[in-house]
């Protein structure tokens, strides 16, 4: 099988959507916060970071298939995925650091700040764990079906277990909410990342296109059932005594895992469509390589002094405008970027590789 370009397709899905979800946080009105369009497009925006995490998942699996596949070793592909998380978990504080430095003026304490990237890092590593040591499709797929399953009906006990509150502080923040320490915590966040490997080890078992064909549209079916049972399960009463819908219900957490894999499914068709038609989305699929790259920058340009004058200040239609602008600007970074690459290696550099998407 070539390189799944479907799967940089929806990485790139993920980057533009996280784009809006920043430019839309930072740069509108307040007065305009209220309405159903903005309401609507929050909602858009909240799934980048599911998305994410879920294709880090996917690719985990495939990255660590072809790995043992060329080096005929399942223990070298598990310390090449797990030092992939780790390197992720460092870049965390590196690009906390980064924004330290930056805009200065914010806390110390900031540094350890629990992001997206602080929360994906490890689960790469654990699931890189959990596929070393499951040889058999069915058993790795059981795993990760029910690492996930933990994640999200276990959420809303462990964000109200008094056994969290004797735990180191920076302990917490990994664990529950803790204000503005965490953007991200484990739960339920870590799930996505195992659902997303559930389905790579379905995809990665693949070797003829036509059952991969077959497969995605099983992905979708399963897709829609969970947004079907999420929705139905959320109408409900709660089996928890504390448990927020938007938060940690396991409710939300299936039906968005269910967006997911149909829409994981519908760039894959799209893809095959472009495909048998000689459509190649080179800037789509350039965006979904550099994902990484354009969430180190880009997050500073938008929340720091860069953008300060515009901060709080469009309405819902000029933050759509700016919206596309920064995101061609981002594609020429991207240009910039890969062009200043290029200039070094041919000046005989060392040219040290450049992180390039959250998942390799």
Not at 274 to 288: K, M, N, S, T, Y
Request: hydrophobic share 55%.
């Amino acid at each position: 099988m070539t390189r799944r370009r479907y799967i940089d397709w929806a990485r790139a899905v993920a980057v533009l959507v996280m784009i809006e979800a920043h430019t839309l946080d930072s740069w509108t009105l307040t007065s305009v916060r209220r309405s159903i369009a903005f309401r609507d497009a929050q909602i858009l925006g909240g799934f980048a970071a599911p998305l994410f995490l879920w294709l880090a998942g996917v690719s985990l699996v495939l990255s660590a298939s072809n790995a043992a596949r060329r080096q005929g070793s399942r223990a070298a592909a598990v310390d090449a995925v797990c030092r992939r998380g780790l390197e992720v978990f460092v870049l965390a504080f590196l690009f906390r650091l980064q924004g330290f430095i930056v805009t200065p003026g914010g806390a110390t304490v900031s540094l350890f700040r629990v992001d997206i990237l602080n929360i994906m890092g490890p689960a790469i590593v654990a699931a890189a764990i959990v596929w070393g040591l499951n040889t058999r499709t069915d058993r790795l797929v059981a795993s990760y079906a029910a690492i996930t399953l933990a994640f999200a009906m276990l959420t809303p006990t462990v964000r109200a277990m008094p056994l969290v509150d004797r735990l180191p502080m920076w302990v917490q923040w990994y664990i529950r909410p803790s204000g503005d320490m965490t953007l991200f915590t484990a739960f339920p966040w870590a799930g996505f990342v195992f659902a997303g490997a559930a389905v790579g080890a379905l995809v990665a078992a693949v070797e003829d296109p036509a059952v991969e064909r077959r497969l995605q549209g099983w992905l979708a079916a399963a897709g829609a059932a969970f947004i079907v049972v999420g929705f139905y399960t959320a109408s409900l009463p709660t089996i928890y005594s504390r448990s927020s819908f938007w938060t940690s219900s396991p409710t939300w957490f299936a039906i968005r895992v269910g967006v997911l894999m149909v829409t994981f499914a519908a760039i894959y068709l799209f893809a095959q469509i472009a495909e048998r038609h000689g459509i190649a989305l080179v800037p789509l699929e350039r965006f979904g390589r550099s994902s990484l790259f354009v969430y180190w920058i880009h997050v500073e340009l938008v929340y720091g002094y860069a953008s300060w004058p515009v901060h709080g200040k469009l309405p819902l239609w000029g933050t759509a405008i700016a919206y596309v602008a920064f995101s061609v600007l981002m594609y020429k970074a991207i240009d910039v970027r890969d062009r200043t690459v290029r200039w070094f290696k041919t000046r005989g550099g060392a040219g040290s590789p450049v992180p390039v998407s959250f998942t390799t």
